[in-house]
């Protein structure tokens, strides 16, 4: 069955580390999201690519970074910048135009300890 | 710069009820317009619409999009428990015909409690 799949599903980091979090996507879509979910508000967007090797910053891109290698993958790297890294973090994947609706993974829970 | 605003943030009902979920928008070169819920983890697609004045409906669900006005409104009649969640509005850019897909942009989404 094709669909996201986003791992681990808890990780705990302790400051100052850098964590990745894995996305993978066997949907064959072209763009692929990355959205930050703190508790009791909504999708805050930190980084989409459209193609393989291209990406562009979302609204919250600081202390974060991603790689586009593969079409399935979008990796991203939760890095010591990151001030408050503790949330919800969910990718999504999109085919190109005319179907525009996005598929979730079942997201990766982040805890700074 | 383009965003998306939902209201209200959150909402506690009776089962039973009706509520009205409202979304307004502000996007340059609309595409569509998306809902979603989400219970615990991912959130799941509800409607996807494109043009103005075509109510989308699956069950008690409907939704229905303004793009004179830039808003959308999901309905849920005779709310149960089960529809207890967050509800996102989010909005995705025209094709510009360079593979361009542009961003997904969500609103805040609205918590809506359902009890018994």
């Known amino acids: 069955d094709g669909g996201i799949t986003q791992s681990p599903k808890y990780l705990f980091r302790k400051e100052g580390q850098n964590v990745t979090l894995s996305c993978e996507q066997n949907?064959?879509?072209?763009?692929m999201y990355w959205y930050r979910q703190d508790p009791g508000q909504g999708l805050r967007l930190i980084y989409y690519?459209?193609?393989?090797?291209?990406?562009q910053k979302g609204d919250i891109a600081e202390g974060y970074s991603v790689s586009r290698e593969k079409k399935e993958s979008f990796p991203l790297t939760v890095t010591s910048a990151q001030k408050n890294p503790t949330a919800f973090y969910l990718c999504a994947s999109t085919r190109g135009q005319p179907n525009t609706e996005a598929f979730f993974g079942q997201g990766t829970r982040l805890t700074v300890v | 710069e383009d965003k998306v605003v939902q209201s209200p943030l959150s909402l506690v009902v009776h089962e039973g009820d009706t509520v009205t979920l409202n979304c307004s928008y502000e996007?340059?070169?609309?595409?569509?317009l998306l809902w979603y819920k989400q219970e615990k983890k991912a959130p799941t697609f509800l409607f996807m619409l494109t043009s103005s004045g075509i109510e989308k409906k699956s069950g008690r669900l409907s939704s229905i999009l303004d793009k004179k006005e830039l808003f959308s409104i999901l309905n849920i009649t005779a709310t149960q428990t089960g529809d207890s969640a967050v509800y996102l509005c989010?909005?995705?850019?025209?094709?510009?015909?360079?593979?361009?897909?542009?961003?997904?942009?969500f609103g805040q989404g609205t918590t809506l409690q359902v009890k018994p």
């Open positions: 989010a909005v995705t850019p025209r094709y510009d015909g360079s593979g361009n897909t542009g961003k997904l942009i």
């Open positions: 949907l064959n879509h072209d763009a």
């Open positions: 996007v340059t070169n609309f595409r569509s």
């Open positions: 690519s459209q193609i393989v090797n291209d990406f």
